[in-house]
C-alpha cells in the first residue's frame, strides 16, 4: 500500500509500505479521509516537539472496515468507523481514571494518510448512517474540544472567548454551545471564518485586534468565564490572563512550541486558573460520535479542500510557509 511517511524536516513522501496486519483483537481500515492538523506541520519542522524520523503520518481518521479480527465482536466488514489514532490498554491507572490518552501501554496506531489502517476494536467507533465520511475524519479534532472544556471545569452557563478561529477554534466553539454557554465570542484575524464560527455555535465574532478592552466584555455580557487560547504563539497565554474574568480559567489549546513569557503575578491578581489539556479519552471520542449525530451542526462544512495522498508533503511545506491557507483539508487516498 501507500502511505505518507516524515523522514526529517523537508523530506516528507508518499511511497509503498507492506500492508498492516491485525491481530485478532484488530480491523482492517480502508482509509477514505484523513485531516491534516497543525501537528502534522508543526511536529515535521525540526523542532522539540518533533515526530520520530520514519514515521507514518495522519491521525483524523475516517475509513471502512474491511478485515476484522477473530475476537471481534461489534464491529463488522463494511463498517464506516471514525478512528483513533491510539489503542490504549483499558486496564491501568490512567485508563480507569478516563485518560486513555495517558495509558501506560498505548500503542499508536499506523498513520491515516495510507491506503489501510490497522487499530484494535475498542478504537474505533461506528459512524450512523447520518454521517458523512468527511464528519468521521472531524471526530478526532473535535474531541479535543470536549476534553478541554471538560477540564475547564464547563458546567453550563459560562460566557466563553474563544482565540483563534482555526480547527481547535472551532472544537471548542462546538463544544461550549453543546454543554450550555450563556455566550461564545470568537477573536478571528479572518472575516471569512466568521460565518463558520457562527454555524459552530457563536454569538459574535470579534476583530482579534480590536483595540477596545470593552469589545469582548460587551458582546458576551461581562468577562469571560473561560477563555480557550488556540493560536499557539508566544504571547497568546498573557493575553487570555488578561482578558479572563477573576477567578476564571484559561485553557491552552494552541500548543505553542517555543519558550514563552508570562508573569506570574497577572495571574495571581486575577487568580486565574491555567490547564493545558491532552486529547481525549475514549468516552469522549464517543460522545463526539453522538454529538455529531444529534445534527445541530454538519462538521463537514469546516472542510474546504479534499486532496490525494501524493500531495500530502507539499501540502504541509506549504501550509508551513504560509503560502497556503485553510481551515481543515481532508486527505483521500482514492484521489
Known amino acids: 500500500m501507500r502511505a505518507v511517511i516524515f523522514h526529517r524536516p523537508g523530506q516528507i513522501t508518499c511511497e509503498a509500505v507492506p500492508d498492516p496486519k491485525i491481530g485478532p483483537d484488530g480491523v482492517l481500515v480502508r482509509v477514505r479521509r ?150 461564545i465570542a470568537v477573536a478571528a484575524r479572518s472575516p471569512h471564518r466568521a460565518e463558520l464560527a457562527h454555524v459552530m455555535g457563536a454569538d459574535a465574532v470579534v476583530a482579534f485586534d480590536d483595540p477596545d478592552p470593552e469589545a469582548i466584555p460587551r458582546v458576551l455580557g461581562g468577562p469571560p468565564d473561560i477563555v480557550a487560547e488556540c493560536v499557539g504563539q508566544p504571547g497568546m497565554l498573557a493575553r487570555a490572563v488578561e482578558a479572563v474574568r477573576v477567578g476564571g480559567v484559561v485553557v491552552s489549546l494552541g500548543m505553542c512550541g517555543e519558550r514563552d513569557a508570562l508573569v506570574p503575578a497577572a495571574c495571581t491578581y486575577k487568580e486565574a486558573r491555567l490547564v493545558f489539556p491532552f486529547a481525549y479519552s475514549e468516552a469522549e471520542f464517543a460522545a463526539t460520535v453522538r454529538a455529531f449525530d444529534a445534527g445541530r451542526v454538519r462538521p463537514e462544512l469546516m472542510v474546504s479542500e479534499t486532496i490525494g495522498l501524493d500531495a500530502v508533503g507539499r501540502t504541509i511545506e506549504d501550509l508551513r510557509a504560509g503560502r497556503r491557507k485553510a481551515l481543515k483539508i481532508q486527505v483521500d487516498p482514492a484521489l
Open 34 to 183: 484523513c485531516g491534516v492538523c497543525g501537528s502534522d506541520v508543526a511536529k515535521t519542522s525540526g523542532g522539540a516537539f518533533d515526530f520520530p524520523h520514519g514515521t507514518l503520518l495522519g491521525h483524523e481518521c475516517s475509513g471502512e472496515v474491511v478485515e476484522v479480527g477473530a475476537a471481534v465482536s461489534g464491529i463488522k466488514v463494511g463498517d464506516l468507523v471514525a478512528c483513533m489514532p491510539m489503542t490504549a490498554c483499558g486496564a491501568c491507572a490512567a485508563c480507569l481514571e478516563g485518560r486513555t490518552a495517558r495509558c501506560l501501554q498505548v500503542r499508536r496506531n499506523q498513520g491515516g494518510f495510507s491506503d489501510y489502517m490497522a487499530a484494535a476494536e475498542r478504537s474505533v467507533v461506528r459512524l450512523p448512517q447520518s454521517l458523512s465520511l468527511a464528519d468521521g475524519a472531524l471526530v478526532e479534532p473535535i474531541a479535543c474540544g470536549l476534553r478541554a472544556l471538560r477540564q475547564a471545569g464547563m458546567a453550563g452557563g459560562e460566557r466563553v472567548l474563544v482565540l483563534g478561529a482555526g480547527t481547535m477554534a472551532m472544537a471548542v466553539t462546538f463544544w461550549a454551545r453543546e454543554l450550555g454557554a450563556s455566550a
